[in-house]
């Protein structure tokens, strides 16, 4: 017998051999329809596998993330079947599974593929899966892999096996298709009933440019033909929010070739945005105590040595710049920590003046490979709302909390209510990806934990996800199409304050080492922005948009009025511009509403006689004639309904 342990800590005996998905059916039938893969002892496995050793066995259904992840897996395989069915001369390489869905990078030879054949694909992929084929896993020694795949000519899984210990090597086979393959299937291909391919992309071997370009062929699958239905319908509706597309038509950024991949030109309503996030987050941060400062865009590469990034990121990042001084180097500033470590070296502290908060709008620069660039959600350089607070342990659960607090206030005043906490700590199987001692980074996790917890956050602690230098609490937020972005952060750091030899004065009068939080809520500004973007359709709150009315004068003759209209506005700070094309008022309405303007104010001539303007809101609500008094006032009530005070 062996004992098998349950997700709620319940421990039941089963026969040695005993399979997950019997004992999912020892629970309920319910349980074992649904059950689609298992994880035992942190190792992914089929449903069919045999327990033979005791262990904490998890059960995956199509709602859990490990059960996506093996759907999708599988439904790889389904595709890649097809493609070899349909392209016999065509070389597979991998195909895992992603956030959303599977890709598999396949090489064609000769052969194209493009959107007009996917249907074909997909056909064939649904032919496959109704035939209900068992998953199969099985063992292979090394000389047969090498073998197989070099009988069919395919040096890319030679490649990958000449990799592989040999005794650690299996397969995957199902209908009459086999694959080299770690594991985690769904028990047969019956269980994936609608699939998609989304698109082909160019993909170089093992991400290496030097390396024969792949074609990286996407693809998505369900359960149920409807929620592939629901899924298509949310990705049409994302095309329309894409934040590229709407940052065009809204003029706010824009990519320059001659400037370089990844470095975004903010234009002038872009850059007004911007300012206004960042004098909304001063504002609360000016009352949370922090202090701004300022620090220069590079820095010498010793900075960054010590730091421990270097070391970590050099070789991904901008190489070195040198200058006429021999052997001297600097770096594009990649992160603001070591700068702010500096500033905080600049005088002696004593525990009587801690916390200190030092705050910054910093641009850092990463080389993120060309391929991965994506808008403004992936940069070569962003600026982050960054800062860090130098603090004593006493004071580190009351600090922590308080950076909760800013946090949940930045969240909430931009409409982002819905929001998962996530404590990301270290993967303890592998301790070499992390610097510093077990006992702080434990005193940071619990530090960490405890602070969710008194917050009353609802959390989830993900296991290997901390920074090299110290665990996080990061928000996972999901936007109006229920996508997760992962916005602010908040960490907890014992090392860069050793690394720096940061100290101060304790009532003891002996040095201590100060305990060092690292804070961003937006994260990034241009991330931020893409995602405001995106969850808005480019609707900002009232707040924060460009532009909150335009004035539509309705003829020539009514302009000096739209101006005096203007002009009271602007007294009472409300940003408006007057439209006075030689177009119909017609014409005037269409584009305020493309140009997603909150209010239209018509003027004419009632009007004009009666002191007034015709207010219509951006959709298509019409508030009729009233006063420029009774307008501000809407105006200002709207924004301190969404706009509290921190």
Not at 60 to 69: L, R, S, V, Y
Not at 232 to 257: P, V
Request: glycine share 6%; charged share 25%; net charge negative.
């Amino acid at each position: 017998m062996i004992k098998i342990t349950l997700p709620d800590g319940s421990i039941k005996e089963f026969a040695k051999g005993t399979t997950p998905m019997e004992v999912a059916k020892s629970i309920s039938e319910g349980l074992a329809r649904n059950v689609i893969s298992a994880k035992f002892n942190d190792t992914t496995l089929e449903t069919v596998s045999p327990l033979n050793e005791d262990g904490a066995l998890t059960l995956f259904t199509w709602n859990n993330p490990e059960g996506k992840k093996a759907f999708w897996h599988s439904s790889s395989h389904i595709v890649a079947q097809a493609i070899e069915e349909l392209y016999p001369n065509a070389k597979l390489t991998i195909g895992p599974a992603i956030e959303n869905g599977f890709y598999y990078d396949v090489d064609f030879g000769d052969n194209n593929i493009s959107e007009k054949d996917f249907n074909a694909v997909e056909k064939r992929a649904i032919e496959i899966a109704r035939g209900k084929h068992d998953f199969k896993m099985r063992s292979a020694s090394k000389a047969e892999a090498l073998e197989l795949y070099k009988t069919q000519n395919n040096p890319y899984k030679v490649e990958l096996i000449e990799n592989l210990e040999d005794g650690t090597i299996t397969f995957c086979d199902h209908d009459t298709f086999t694959d080299l393959c770690r594991g985690g299937h769904v028990p047969n291909t019956g269980i994936v009933k609608a699939i998609k391919i989304l698109s082909a992309a160019g993909a170089y071997w093992r991400g290496d440019e030097k390396n024969t370009q792949l074609t990286r062929i996407y693809g998505i699958s369900f359960p149920k033909q409807k929620e592939l239905t629901e899924y298509l319908h949310l990705l049409e509706e994302a095309k329309k929010r894409d934040h590229r597309k709407l940052g065009k038509e809204l003029e706010l950024f824009t990519f320059s070739q001659k400037v370089g991949q990844g470095l975004p030109l903010w234009l002038p309503k872009g850059a007004a945005l911007r300012e206004r996030l960042e004098q909304f987050l001063k504002k609360a941060q000016k009352k949370a105590g922090y202090e701004m400062v300022v620090t220069p865009h590079i820095g010498q590469k010793e900075l960054y040595v010590t730091s421990g990034h270097y070391a970590k990121y050099g070789e991904d990042s901008f190489q070195p710049i040198k200058t006429p001084k021999m052997d001297e180097e600097f770096l594009l500033k990649p992160m603001n920590c070591p700068h702010h470590c500096e500033v905080y070296n600049f005088k002696p502290h004593s525990y009587k003046d801690l916390p200190k908060r030092f705050a910054e709008f910093g641009t850092v620069y990463r080389y993120e490979q060309s391929g991965e660039l994506h808008g403004l959600t992936r940069v070569r350089g962003f600026t982050q709302d960054d800062a860090h607070i130098f603090c004593t342990p006493d004071q580190l659960a009351e600090e922590f909390k308080n950076v909760i607090d800013l946090t949940l206030y930045v969240l909430g005043s931009l409409g982002f209510d819905n929001f998962t906490a996530q404590v990301s700590v270290r993967d303890l199987d592998n301790p070499d990806k992390y610097i510093g001692e077990v006992e702080n980074w434990e005193k940071a996790e619990n530090a960490i934990i405890n602070a969710a917890k008194e917050k009353g956050l609802d959390f989830i602690i993900e296991s290997g996800e901390a920074a090299f230098y110290g665990p996080k609490l990061d928000f996972m937020v999901k936007d109006a199409l229920g996508r997760s972005w992962q916005l602010g952060t908040i960490q907890v750091d014992y090392n860069l304050p050793e690394r720096f030899d940061l100290n101060y004065k304790g009532s003891d009068n002996e040095l201590h080492r100060p305990i060092m939080i690292h804070r961003a809520p937006f994260g990034s500004l241009e991330r931020f922005i893409a995602l405001m973007l995106e969850h808005t359709g480019g609707n900002f709150p009232l707040w924060l948009i460009p532009e909150q009315a335009i004035i539509l004068p309705v003829s020539e003759k009514h302009e000096i009025y739209a101006e005096k209209v203007f002009n009271s506005l602007e007294n009472n700070e409300i940003r408006a511009l007057v439209d006075r094309r030689n177009e119909t008022i017609g014409k005037k309405i269409r584009e305020a509403e493309m140009s997603k303007i909150p209010f239209m104010l018509i003027v004419g001539d009632n009007d004009q006689e009666q002191n007034t303007i015709s207010v219509r809101r951006h959709g298509g609500e019409d508030i009729g004639a009233i006063s420029i008094e009774k307008f501000t006032d809407l105006v200002n009530n709207e924004i301190n309904s969404t706009l509290k005070s921190f």
